[in-house]
């Protein structure tokens, strides 16, 4: 019943992604701003800014208009009459409820009758995947979604990084700096003053002061984890992704090895006690030829604010100590939590054209390995995700699963920017 099960999700994955003009496109290329993390958290954005049609739509429409001149006289005025109140400043960025639902409401209606807009969803949202998990939506719900997704984003932003709220994982994503102390209040009107009055304003789009914004208190806070490394396939990942094209995986039981991360809860040590028990774990399958490739998953996650990326640690070890050749190692150095082990795994697979339709292994010691196969974790991925990442299949001992990859992974998550 199982192989029936196994076999049915990897027929979904395969045609959800391989019939052009239905959905995602492996070869599409998707639009870009120049900021990674712009990119990754907030892709409708970058795709309006880049869509030159939409941006002139959006900027001449009356209701958005409206709303960008508003927001912009409420900043002028409360960068004078805040003083030293955060909360009182940053709220002149917030979207408004009544603001959302005007938004919604005129993008439900501009949906209706402007081709363009039409057309922009059609070719360039649905093929980029960047919404995968609302690929079952109308074209309208689809983009309406994408922009609820990017305002909870970025509303999210300023109250973590802006006001001090608690972030979902606070020990290890939470705002670098008092955010009562003189230092930090003054810090904020500065950069705000500075977007504001000073940054030359590429376009009038209503969402810009908003996202100009939330983007400064990320690089204020030092938050570019999710931009480091990359283009991953340009430099961490190159050896393994031309050594991909040259594998015959019909020779192998499984595609990779996912081997999960354990951070250190020191500032000293680049890999943990266990974490290490893992990487000796993975390497056990990998030396059975179970698998052609080894993925490590890990980020700048543990402890707060981390000097070492566990992935790029993973990836050394299994270089310099068990002498696994760079060419067989992929890594994820994203990766802050185990939901997003697997997911930027699965995305790793499909970017780098992997045989998807393939069961996988995820190893890792056997408290976390327990963890993984016990309905609570489909339950919090549905919870913090709003989708299962991969689809867990037969345990094959207690340190090690199958699994295999959803295409719903390639879904963005703003609300946690840091691994969205």
């Not at 090895?257 to 890999?271: A, C, H, K, M, S």
């Not at 943990?272 to 980020?299: D, M, R, T, W």
Request: aromatic letters at 10%; charged letters at 25%.
């Amino acid at each position: 019943m199982k192989k029936i099960i196994y076999i049915l999700v990897a027929l979904v994955f395969v045609s959800s992604y391989s019939q052009k003009g239905k959905g995602f496109e492996l070869d599409y290329s998707s639009s870009k701003s120049g900021s990674m993390i712009q990119d990754k958290n907030f892709y409708l954005l970058t795709a309006i800014q880049n869509e030159k049609a939409v941006s002139e739509l959006m900027e001449n429409n009356v209701v958005f208009k409206t709303i960008f001149k508003n927001q912009q006289q409420e900043i002028g005025s409360k960068l004078k009459s805040c003083k030293d109140s955060l909360s009182c400043l940053v709220n002149g960025y917030q979207f408004k409820e009544n603001e959302l639902v005007s938004i919604e409401e005129e993008l439900r209606i501009l949906m209706k009758d402007k081709k363009e807009l039409q057309n922009f969803v059609k070719n360039n949202l649905r093929p980029s995947g960047k919404y995968e998990n609302f690929k079952n939506s109308s074209d309208t719900e689809l983009l309406v979604k994408a922009w609820q997704l990017c305002a909870q984003g970025m509303n999210r932003i300023m109250k973590v990084y802006g006001l001090g709220e608690r972030a979902q994982y606070a020990t290890i994503d939470s705002v670098s700096y008092d955010v009562h102390s003189q230092f930090y209040k003054g810090s904020v009107f500065m950069w705000s003053d500075f977007l504001h009055n000073k940054k030359p304003r590429a376009n009038a789009l209503f969402f810009q002061e908003s996202l100009d914004f939330s983007l400064s208190l990320l690089y204020m806070n030092h938050r570019d984890e999710v931009a480091r490394y990359e283009p991953l396939e340009e430099k961490e990942n190159k050896k393994a992704i031309a050594h991909i094209k040259k594998i015959n995986f019909n020779a192998f039981d499984y595609a990779s090895v996912l081997i999960l991360g354990n951070g250190p809860e020191n500032y000293q040590d680049r890999l943990s006690a266990i974490g290490k028990l893992n990487l000796q774990l993975g390497v056990l399958e990998y030396e059975a030829k179970k698998a052609p490739l080894i993925i490590v998953s890990g980020g700048h996650a543990h402890p707060f604010r981390a000097a070492y990326c566990e992935a790029i640690e993973m990836k050394k070890e299994l270089m310099n100590i068990y002498n696994i050749p760079e060419e067989n190692i992929l890594i994820d150095p994203f990766a802050r939590h185990t939901t997003t082990n697997l997911r930027n795994a699965t995305r790793l697979m499909i970017a780098y054209q992997m045989p998807v339709d393939k069961k996988s292994i995820v190893v890792t010691n056997v408290s976390h390995s327990d963890y993984v196969g016990n309905p609570n974790f489909n339950a919090r991925c549905m919870e913090e995700l709003g989708y299962l990442p991969a689809i867990i299949l037969k345990r094959l001992h207690s340190t090690a699963l199958e699994f295999v990859p959803k295409i719903e992974s390639l879904h963005q998550n703003p609300i946690d920017p840091l691994d969205p």
